[in-house]
């Protein structure tokens, strides 16, 4: 079967009839799905659109009292999430409204509209029928208040630059290039100006920008974090281009109606490649709390607060461990090296730092610190302390002596009691407080395998870590397939509220390397001076492995769990052994990472217990420059990869269902024919129209 289906056609009518088809939410027509309804008949068709008055693409609009709009439709209907699937392109200063009026809608402009510009308010998903609350997607209202409807399109993809997957729901600015200024030194458009046009991507990251004019664009996309159509540095995620892009002359795409997700697709002419710029973080101590006795924390609006002093009136500075929990340092606790009965209830104090003033100037500043603790009982704690109160009680009543049980050991080490143990995963400690006192020498470490029946010691030794000071990692040379006992006296460890620890005994088995998989990676590049950060990751892209430095060469990858696992490639550009992020001002893009991929466009690597993988990585192939067609490929292999598992689940569920005896299980409503002939969301129609727009065979950048 080709992709999409033989249900995938071209169209040849006019562009602006296939878009009202694509994009006016089935004025004429309900695009309804292949599915088989289980369990009686149930409505899983959306409202369709039987009136609107003015008529859609209407021109010549008044820009001081614009009508009111009225959206009938062939049911009662209602309105979902309004604040965040409706928006308007331009964007208005104030939303318009929309309400319920019989089986439609009425939209109040309440904005005083600007002459000679095209208007879009896009409803997203926010108009669902009354019964069963099927949303209608993609509902478009577009009118003009000028003679002409701007008609050009755009397309894009917007994607995590560090994960390499798609980012859903990102907002797109156009910007006209001629009424901004040029950046040169630094890009400050983002902030200065108001976008012209914007669109959105879908949870595919594919956006179709509508209603453009045939000129160049600044284009930025930004992940709306919060739903307020605002770019928040440090909070939303941005993507930035290197040029301005002319709709005119862009390469041709395809547009289809995606039926397995309900919106439209196309193929990208862009792409965005997203990352959190953390230049604009304002410094300032935004939060102080103390949520134990002897801990304190302190919360500053950006990373590496230059501190110049802390003082307390009633703690020695001797007795504060000044501990940053973060690696950027933004969050810092304080502990306290005192006896209990030595801290009182409220620390008072001051701190001395560099903090940013009202014009954004780093100047040295002294704030109060007022740190308050009380102590609050918890329902364990109550409900240990009752039923003592009743034991007590029920003693003395019946005239016999209570001796109170001794109370619980406070101190607290989060360690594995039992587990896998192996060259590249080793045994953590991690405390609740500093330690004080760490007598490693009083620690046993004993092995035995089948030859070695008799307990033998063995060599270990303690690493802390570079960033929580209060964990540790114990490693040693562990022996495939032995076992290891681990014994940690009593009093070994104290911290700093001068607790100590009971005794604590451990179990470990070392792993037995026949049970996992081998990876191993040849790498080519033509670029001797280039360096790569290799990561294995799981199927959800969790790392799971990281092997930095990388050049042309060879390299393993041990103890990989059986299952699907990928391989993520960051080109570090500066060598510094780690991902670094855009800078959107000094328009510098995010270092580049990509997913390998074999022959077949597949990503994803099945691997299987005492079996060897060998893997080729070209870095010249994988970092190849991007162009429209490459991106589409990708996405494409992608889709294809994704409806198979899809397909394999589905059959698995209804393999199951049979095995059950369940009659009904035919009718899952997942076939082929729910996948529309399993074409893709990318690259093929899924059950839906397609149309190739644009022209020109510009490259992407």
């Given at each position: 079967?080709?992709?999409?289906?033989?249900?995938?056609?071209?169209?040849?009518?006019?562009?602006?009839?296939?878009?009202?088809?694509?994009?006016?939410?089935?004025?004429?027509?309900?695009?309804?799905?292949?599915?088989?309804?289980?369990?009686?008949?149930?409505?899983?068709?959306?409202?369709?659109?039987?009136?609107?008055?003015?008529?859609?693409?209407?021109?010549?609009?008044?820009?001081?009292?614009p009508p009111k709009i009225y959206v009938e439709f062939d049911e009662y209907v209602q309105i979902k999430d309004q604040q965040k699937e409706l928006y308007t392109s331009p964007a208005m200063k104030k939303?318009?409204?929309?309400?319920?009026?019989?089986?439609?809608?009425?939209?109040?402009?309440?904005?005083?509209?600007?002459?000679?510009?095209?208007?879009?308010?896009?409803?997203?998903?926010?108009?669902?029928?009354?019964?069963?609350?099927?949303?209608?997607?993609?509902?478009?209202?577009?009118?003009?208040?000028?003679?002409?409807?701007?008609?050009?399109?755009?397309?894009?993809?917007?994607?995590?630059?560090?994960?390499?997957?798609?980012?859903?729901?990102?907002?797109?600015?156009?910007?006209?290039?001629?009424?901004?200024?040029?950046?040169?030194?630094?890009?400050?458009?983002?902030?200065?100006?108001?976008?012209?046009?914007?669109?959105?991507?879908?949870?595919?990251?594919?956006?179709?920008?509508?209603?453009?004019?045939?000129?160049?664009?600044?284009?930025?996309?930004?992940?709306?974090?919060?739903?307020?159509?605002?770019?928040?540095?440090?909070?939303?995620?941005?993507?930035?281009?290197?040029?301005?892009?002319?709709?005119?002359?862009?390469?041709?795409?395809?547009?289809?109606?995606?039926?397995?997700?309900?919106?439209?697709?196309?193929?990208?002419?862009?792409?965005?490649?997203?990352?959190?710029?953390?230049?604009?973080?304002?410094?300032?101590?935004?939060?102080?709390?103390?949520?134990?006795?002897?801990?304190?924390?302190?919360?500053?609006?950006?990373?590496?607060?230059?501190?110049?002093?802390?003082?307390?009136?009633?703690?020695?500075?001797?007795?504060?461990?000044?501990?940053?929990?973060?690696?950027?340092?933004?969050?810092?606790?304080?502990?306290?090296?005192?006896?209990?009965?030595?801290?009182?209830?409220?620390?008072?104090?001051?701190?001395?730092?560099?903090?940013?003033?009202?014009?954004?100037?780093?100047?040295?500043?002294?704030?109060?610190?007022?740190?308050?603790?009380?102590?609050?009982?918890?329902?364990?704690?109550?409900?240990?302390?009752?039923?003592?109160?009743?034991?007590?009680?029920?003693?003395?009543?019946?005239?016999?002596?209570?001796?109170?049980?001794?109370?619980?050991?406070?101190?607290?080490?989060?360690?594995?009691?039992?587990?896998?143990?192996?060259?590249?995963?080793?045994?953590?400690?991690?405390?609740?407080?500093?330690?004080?006192?760490?007598?490693?020498?009083?620690?046993?470490?004993?092995?035995?395998?089948?030859?070695?029946?008799?307990?033998?010691?063995?060599?270990?030794?303690?690493?802390?870590?570079?960033?929580?000071?209060?964990?540790?990692?114990?490693?040693?040379?562990?022996?495939?397939?032995?076992?290891?006992?681990?014994?940690?006296?009593?009093?070994?460890?104290?911290?700093?509220?001068?607790?100590?620890?009971?005794?604590?005994?451990?179990?470990?088995?070392?792993?037995?390397?026949?049970?996992?998989?081998?990876?191993?990676?040849?790498?080519?590049?033509?670029?001797?001076?280039?360096?790569?950060?290799?990561?294995?990751?799981?199927?959800?892209?969790?790392?799971?492995?990281?092997?930095?430095?990388?050049?042309?060469?060879?390299?393993?990858?041990?103890?990989?769990?059986?299952?699907?696992?990928?391989?993520?490639?960051?080109?570090?550009?500066?060598?510094?052994?780690?991902?670094?992020?855009?800078?959107?001002?000094?328009?510098?893009?995010?270092?580049?990472?990509?997913?390998?991929?074999?022959?077949?466009?597949?990503?994803?690597?099945?691997?299987?217990?005492?079996?060897?993988?060998?893997?080729?990585?070209?870095?010249?192939?994988?970092?190849?420059?991007?162009?429209?067609?490459?991106?589409?490929?990708?996405?494409?292999?992608?889709?294809?990869?994704?409806?198979?598992?899809?397909?394999?689940?589905?059959?698995?569920?209804?393999?199951?269902?049979?095995?059950?005896?369940?009659?009904?299980?035919?009718?899952?409503?997942?076939?082929?024919?729910?996948?529309?002939?399993?074409?893709?969301?990318?690259?093929?129609?899924?059950?839906?129209?397609?149309?190739?727009?644009?022209?020109?065979?510009?490259?992407?950048?």
């Open positions: 079967m080709s992709k999409g289906g033989d249900i995938t056609r071209r169209v040849t009518t006019s562009l602006s009839a296939i878009i009202l088809l694509l994009f006016g939410a089935a004025l004429f027509t309900k695009c309804a799905s292949t599915m088989v309804p289980t369990g009686g008949p149930k409505d899983t068709i959306p409202p369709v659109i039987t009136l609107m008055n003015p008529n859609n693409f209407s021109t010549n609009i008044d820009t001081l009292h939303q318009p409204s929309v309400t319920r009026r019989g089986k439609g809608i009425i939209i109040t402009i309440k904005d005083t509209l600007r002459p000679d510009i095209t208007y879009a308010i896009n409803f997203g998903s926010s108009i669902c029928d009354n019964n069963e609350g099927n949303p209608l997607h993609s509902m478009r209202y577009v009118f003009s208040t000028g003679d002409t409807i701007d008609s050009m399109y755009m397309s894009g993809y917007t994607a995590d630059s560090y994960k390499a997957d798609s980012v859903s729901k990102s907002f797109i600015y156009f910007f006209i290039a001629d009424s901004v200024e040029r950046p040169v030194d630094y890009d400050s458009t983002m902030f200065k100006y108001k976008p012209h046009v914007i669109a959105r991507a879908e949870k595919n990251g594919i956006f179709i920008a509508q209603n453009l004019k045939p000129v160049a664009y600044r284009v930025y996309a930004f992940e709306d974090t919060n739903n307020n159509m605002m770019y928040e540095p440090s909070v939303d995620q941005i993507g930035i281009l290197d040029s301005t892009y002319n709709p005119r002359y862009m390469p041709g795409f395809s547009i289809w109606f995606d039926s397995l997700r309900h919106y439209p697709s196309a193929d990208p002419q862009l792409y965005f490649r997203m990352f959190m710029d953390r230049r604009f973080q304002r410094q300032v101590l935004s939060t102080q709390e103390r949520p134990a006795r002897h801990k304190a924390m302190l919360y500053f609006g950006a990373a590496n607060p230059e501190v110049t002093s802390i003082v307390f009136d009633s703690i020695p500075s001797e007795r504060v461990i000044y501990d940053p929990q973060t690696i950027g340092k933004d969050t810092v606790a304080l502990w306290f090296d005192m006896p209990s009965e030595e801290l009182p209830d409220t620390i008072k104090g001051s701190i001395t730092y560099f903090k940013h003033d009202s014009i954004n100037n780093l100047v040295e500043t002294t704030d109060r610190l007022r740190l308050a603790w009380v102590y609050q009982e918890s329902k364990e704690e109550q409900r240990e302390r009752e039923k003592l109160e009743k034991e007590r009680e029920r003693a003395e009543k019946n005239g016999e002596s209570w001796v109170e049980p001794e109370k619980k050991n406070p101190f607290k080490v989060t360690i594995p009691a039992s587990g896998e143990v192996n060259k590249l995963k080793h045994v953590d400690l991690e405390f609740d407080y500093p330690l004080v006192k760490f007598d490693s020498a009083q620690i046993v470490l004993t092995m035995t395998t089948e030859q070695i029946t008799e307990p033998q010691t063995v060599e270990y030794h303690f690493v802390q870590d570079s960033i929580n000071r209060r964990r540790y990692q114990l490693r040693a040379q562990w022996e495939p397939k032995a076992k290891y006992e681990l014994m940690i006296p009593a009093g070994a460890f104290a911290n700093v509220a001068q607790e100590q620890n009971d005794t604590i005994r451990c179990k470990y088995d070392a792993s037995d390397p026949e049970k996992y998989a081998i990876v191993k990676l040849t790498v080519k590049s033509s670029k001797p001076e280039a360096s790569y950060i290799v990561q294995l990751t799981n199927a959800q892209g969790k790392m799971q492995q990281e092997i930095r430095n990388v050049k042309s060469g060879n390299y393993t990858f041990e103890y990989v769990s059986p299952g699907d696992v990928m391989i993520r490639v960051v080109e570090d550009l500066n060598g510094n052994g780690k991902w670094d992020t855009g800078d959107m001002v000094l328009m510098r893009q995010p270092e580049r990472t990509e997913i390998y991929k074999n022959e077949e466009g597949i990503e994803a690597i099945t691997t299987k217990a005492n079996w060897e993988f060998e893997i080729t990585v070209d870095m010249d192939t994988l970092f190849a420059p991007i162009t429209m067609e490459s991106l589409k490929k990708m996405l494409d292999d992608r889709e294809d990869e994704r409806l198979k598992k899809l397909a394999e689940e589905m059959a698995k569920k209804r393999q199951q269902e049979q095995q059950k005896g369940n009659s009904q299980s035919g009718q899952s409503g997942f076939g082929f024919g729910g996948l529309g002939g399993m074409g893709g969301g990318m690259g093929g129609a899924t059950g839906g129209m397609r149309t190739t727009t644009g022209m020109g065979n510009n490259m992407m950048r």
